[in-house]
């Protein structure tokens, strides 16, 4: 059997834009994406802390130590800029695996950029 877990998690990030005429996914800060273990093209849920909204989309990588979070496409009508998000991959594994697998945990300050 296989069980979905959290793999990556950005947790608290502001939109910083919501671009409807781009052809879809989110720009991540491409320092969070790495920190987070997201990769270019890989399927994040998005959870809207300010209006409740939850979808999918997949990550691009923004300008690193930029704080970029934009919404892109269709996308972007679920969001506005100042909205909080959590941002969150998801990897399959067996019950065993899942038990000892620790997900990447990222909480960036209110500008969207890592501690240092």
Request: proline share 5%; net charge negative; charged share 25%.
């Amino acid at each position: 059997m296989w069980i979905h877990v959290v793999k990556s998690k950005i947790h608290r990030v502001k939109v910083t834009g919501a671009d409807l005429n781009y052809i879809g996914s989110i720009t991540i800060d491409e320092d969070l994406m790495d920190a987070a273990n997201i990769i270019e093209g890989e399927k994040v849920q998005i959870v809207d802390n300010n209006n409740g909204e939850r979808f999918e989309t997949y990550a691009i990588p923004g300008p690193r130590n930029s704080g970029e979070i934009t919404l892109n496409g269709a996308a972007a009508r679920k969001v506005a800029p100042g909205d909080i998000l959590i941002l969150i991959a998801y990897a399959m594994m067996t019950p065993e695996e899942a038990k000892t697998f620790k997900p990447s945990l990222v909480f960036p300050n209110e500008e969207n950029n890592l501690l240092r």
